[in-house]
């Protein structure tokens, strides 16, 4: 019953109206641009009836029971059909344009009120529809259009009356387009963004383009091309400012107008200044806004109004949890908002046109951005094994494609040409290059010449490639992903044979524990002016909230919807968890992206103001304190911080003369005015210093009573004054602890090389696993005790094994206990040479769960490695166990602190202190135990150990981002073969 446009690629749009700027009109008494309580859009939001169908086939108008869905929403959030997430694999057979048979189909239906039909014109808008959707009204058709994410428009003047007319819409989960529409997400269906009816006069102005222009005697022209399609329609048109003063005011009925601005105050997105602009016709007005600003490359350097501008950015899908994809204006707001306070100035609309209205709350709250167009061809290269990237051509060098993609690009452009805050057009992601997208590029060029045309897939067939004619000629920059920092600066910015400006426009894979290294790949940005930013993969966890247990938020990803082909916890690499609570990385991004730098040289201080276009000064305060040993001794403020972009100046401090203990000087940059979207009083990065001028002595405390040792056949017991220890001599290690009856340690402390593997460990994890660290033991050898000054000495050579493998490490290990009852552990350790580095060493404690308020000295106060502690500095810190451990949804190793020097487990009687007179570690501190992170599929599976699961590391290895990105750093992996460690244990009553 249905036309079979949804599998025919010369049919993309039936009756829709041209493509236009997205606005919304309203009527001159109420001028607004809103959908609601505006006279020209009937909002068709809300309850409709709907049947639903496992496969078109069964599709019939003629039924008798319905059920009720919300527009807007995807019908898979509503318990029909099942969600599926697959990355690059299609979930379809790759038979295009045909698509399965089992296409599974939603008959939306409602009616419309319509008055006044004789006097106006009626135009029905869908902003997003997944995948493709057939319009009928008074049960006649009226048109089909496909394109998820961008806006169909339909004449209905012809098929309606006035009073009640029936509106039905039948939605297909695949067509043609699917094939076009591979991104990496959660794969949902259904009218999705709003649907509402425009109603219009007669004549109206159908679409205009602003553009601006800035001369150099300070005056700027916004250039207004105008389509009233050739009805000399006379138009009013009113420049104002941003408080509503008017500025210009014509009449025209022409169709191009040029309005100068004298002193134009620009629209960067540090300061999103916005002019506004109405249209007025006889009997309808559209008002809109205006930034004022030019965007340009010179030199490979791309500047926005004659200025270099560095992006700071992160990739954003329109994606919740509870609502799919569905995006309120609230819920981006907050996305924008929190952005805005972790200092990202920049968004890349990965992969398709986000909700219109995103892109009005950019201008206004002032983010850069890349529009990327509906398209991704990913899972071409995977139609057949193994993956190839010449597979590519099938769609990309494909001249039946060309009308579609080309439909795409122009659904884009025209409907977002009139934003300031886009930068660039995207002609999307991962699909290759080849015909389609040439004509792609050229057509953008022939709608919008002011604009950066960026496109990463670059791909070419391998024998086309070494012809090597191809030059991409319709893309301006030349956008990379996920590089590894040398790769990045000696082969991509430094390619002496391209001389396009170089961006990221994915980077950073924020899957899990990580990134790592994001301040070094900020320090390339800032250090090539060829290189004009990147953009983080990305902002948000995609998952479904299904319920709750265990108290938790019960997250779903793929595989937990049974479906075939999935690609598991991938969707989970946000810089957000689903309810948008900031994942540590997001931190770390946050002051990597700090708006200035200090840098500490010769006793001196200086600042470098890292904005493009604002004085310090009109931005910030600093705000800093000396700490020793964790205690304030001196603080102060810098409010006259008069520094224009890019520029250093020395700061004013005077520092006393310190000595003893560990000094540290830390700057907190506070903002100073209240901003719609930071408070006044926010602390928008930090510096750490260290200033100590002496490695600090840790106390261990040696004085006590005498003790009395039993070496028996399996353990050796040693009792002081309120103390019984005993060392297991098969474990090569103490395994019971009592203070005077209270019993703090009862099983034998471990020597550990492994972690729960994080998402980022992935790949390392196989080597990790074959190389049996997930399952060593100790072997012990002659165990001899000795006496020492104040104590006694076990000296315990062992080795770590594990079944069917060469000895991992051999271990001379010396346990010293004290009078006093403090321990001190010292490991010689020698890692066999042909094995995977470590992903760390260390011990482990199962101590008693009382002990579980922890304060220690080091990186803090969140979870810190090796090449991710930019967010954290050093101090002392206090928390209850149970918070030091890092909730991802796919559990993981989390929690640990690198750098550490102290610290302190307590109950209500006992405390266990740890401190190393010779070494710096890392710790981690909580209720679960490793076996149980690397288990478990989802953290509201957790169970608690019923311990204080203590590890003191001698080094735990970096994070990385090698879920989608670079192998770990060299530098960051724990990968010495020989090396000494050494810790104290100090357990005391209180
Ligand atoms: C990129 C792709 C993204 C996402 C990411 C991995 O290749 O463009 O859409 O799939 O990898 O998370
Ligand atoms: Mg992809």
Redesign the pocket.
């Known amino acids: 019953m249905l036309r079979n446009y949804y599998q025919d690629l010369n049919v993309l749009n039936v009756n829709t109206i041209p493509n236009r700027a997205y606005y919304i009109p309203s009527k001159p008494g109420n001028i607004s641009d809103q959908k609601t309580n505006n006279d020209s859009v009937m909002l068709l939001n809300g309850d409709w009836k709907f049947k639903f169908y496992k496969k078109v086939q069964d599709f019939t108008f003629d039924i008798d029971q319905y059920d009720t869905i919300p527009v807007p929403s995807n019908w898979q959030m509503h318990g029909y059909d099942a969600h599926q997430y697959t ?1 690059v694999r299609y979930p379809i057979p790759y038979n295009p344009p045909y698509v399965p048979k089992e296409n599974p189909c939603g008959l939306y239906e409602r009616t419309i009120s319509i008055k006044d039909k004789e006097s106006n014109r009626f135009f029905l808008n869908f902003e997003g529809v997944d995948s493709c959707h057939y319009v009928y009204i008074n049960d006649q058709f009226v048109g089909y259009s496909q394109v998820s994410h961008s806006t169909s428009e339909f004449d209905i003047t012809n098929f309606i009356q006035n009073g009640d007319n029936k509106l039905q819409v039948v939605v297909l989960k695949w067509c043609d387009g699917t094939y076009l529409e591979d ?2 997400k959660l794969r949902m269906s259904g009218i999705f963004r709003d649907v509402y009816v425009l109603v219009r006069p007669k004549e109206f102005l159908f679409d205009y383009q602003i553009k601006t222009n800035i001369t150099s005697d300070n005056t700027a022209t916004v250039c207004i091309t105008m389509n009233d399609h050739e009805t000399k329609l006379q138009k009013k048109i009113i420049l104002a400012d941003t408080n509503h003063t008017i500025i210009s005011e014509l009449s025209t009925s022409e169709c191009k107008a040029d309005i100068i601005v004298n002193n134009p105050i620009l629209w960067t997105a540090e300061s999103p200044y916005l002019y506004y602009i109405t249209f007025e016709t006889e009997n309808e007005v559209i008002t809109d806004t205006v930034g004022i600003r030019t965007i340009a490359i010179e030199n490979s350097i791309v500047k926005v109004n004659g200025k270099q501008v560095k992006f700071k950015g992160v990739n954003r899908h329109d994606s919740y949890c509870d609502t799919g994809y569905v995006a309120s204006l609230e819920r981006i707001t907050a996305d924008l908002k929190l952005m805005k306070q972790h200092n990202i100035n920049a968004i890349r609309t ?2 398709y046109p986000n909700r219109p209205e995103l892109y009005k709350l950019c201008d206004q709250y002032g983010f850069y951005v890349i529009d990327e167009a509906d398209i991704e061809a990913h899972g071409t290269i995977t139609m057949a094994n193994p993956a190839n990237h010449d597979l590519y051509a099938d769609i990309a060098n494909n001249p039946k494609w060309t009308n579609a993609i080309v439909d795409r690009i122009e659904k884009l452009v025209q409907r977002d040409k009139n934003r300031p805050c886009v930068i660039f057009w995207s002609l999307g ?2 699909s290759g290059y080849g015909c389609c997208f040439r004509e792609a590029g050229k057509r953008v060029k022939e709608m919008d010449d002011t604009r950066i045309v960026h496109y990463e897939s670059m791909v070419i067939p391998e024998a086309e490639k070494a012809k090597g004619t191809e030059k991409f000629e319709v893309i301006d920059v030349v956008s990379h ?1 996920y590089p590894s920092l040398s790769w990045l600066e000696n082969d991509f910015i430094g390619n002496p044979n391209e001389n396009r400006p170089r961006i990221l426009c ?1 980077f950073a ?1 924020a ?1 899990g524990n990580g990134p790592g290294d994001l301040n070094r790949y900020y320090d390339l940005i800032y250090k090539y002016d060829n290189f004009c930013g990147a953009f983080v ?2 902002w948000c966890d995609h998952t479904v909230l299904v319920g709750e247990k265990n108290g938790k938020s019960m997250y779903h990803y793929g595989g937990d919807f049974g479906e075939f082909p999935h690609d598991g916890n ?1 969707c989970m ?1 946000g810089l957000v968890y689903p309810d948008r609570k900031p994942h540590t990385g997001l931190l770390e991004l946050k002051n990597a992206a700090r708006p200035a730098h200090i840098h500490y040289k010769n006793g001196k201080f200086q600042i470098e103001n890292k904005l493009d276009f604002t004085n310090l000064n009109d931005i910030l305060y600093l705000q800093w304190t000396i700490k020793q040993n964790g205690n304030v001794i001196q603080s102060g403020e810098i409010r006259a911080l008069d520094v224009n972009p890019h520029e250093t100046t020395e700061l004013p401090i005077e520092l006393q003369q310190l000595s003893g203990g560990r000094v540290y000087i830390k700057f907190d940059m506070i903002s100073i005015n209240e901003t719609p979207l930071v408070e006044a009083g926010s602390v928008l990065g930090f510096e750490q210093f260290d200033l100590s001028t002496e490695e600090y002595q840790q106390d261990l405390p040696t004085i006590g009573g005498k003790l009395f040792v039993d070496d028996g056949k399996t353990h050796i017991t040693i009792k002081g004054e309120s103390f019984t220890y005993r060392f297991n001599k098969d474990a090569g290690s103490i395994d019971y602890i009592d203070l005077l009856g209270n019993i703090i340690l009862n099983k034998s402390i471990e020597f550990n090389l492994y972690r729960a593997p994080t998402d980022n460990d992935m790949y390392s994890k196989k080597a990790w696993i074959e190389d049996g660290f997930n399952r060593t033991n100790p072997y012990t050898y002659d165990i001899t005790v000795s006496e020492v000054e104040n104590g006694i000495a076990i000296h315990c050579p062992l080795s770590i094994q594990a079944v069917y493998l060469a000895n991992l490490c051999e271990i001379e290990s010396v346990w010293t206990v004290y009078n006093s009852g403090a321990i001190n552990v010292t490991l010689d350790v020698k890692a066999r040479d042909n094995m995977s580095y470590l992903p760390r060493f260390g011990l482990q404690l199962m101590l008693d769960e009382s002990l579980s308020n922890c304060s220690f000295f080091g990186y803090g106060p969140h979870e810190c490695y090796v090449d991710k502690h930019t967010s954290t500095y050093k101090d002392m810190f206090q928390s209850a166990v149970p918070n030091m451990h890092e909730d991802y949804i796919f559990p993981q190793e989390n929690g640990s602190h690198y750098d550490s020097e102290y610290v302190c487990l307590t109950s209500d009687k006992a405390k266990v202190e740890i401190n190393s007179c010779n070494n710096h570690f890392s710790f981690n501190v909580s209720p679960y135990t490793i076996e149980e992170l690397a288990n478990k599929t989802h953290n509201y599976l957790l169970e608690k150990s019923g311990y204080t699961v203590l590890n003191i590391d001698y080094k735990m290895s970096g994070v990385g981002s090698n879920s ?1 990105g670079p192998e770990l750093e060299p530098e960051y992996r724990l990968s010495e073969k020989k090396f000494k460690f050494e810790v104290n244990i100090i357990p005391t009553l209180k």
């Open positions: 990355n991104q990496d990965s992969h992601n991962e992903m994915e894979h899957m993969w990305e991938f690499d989608c």
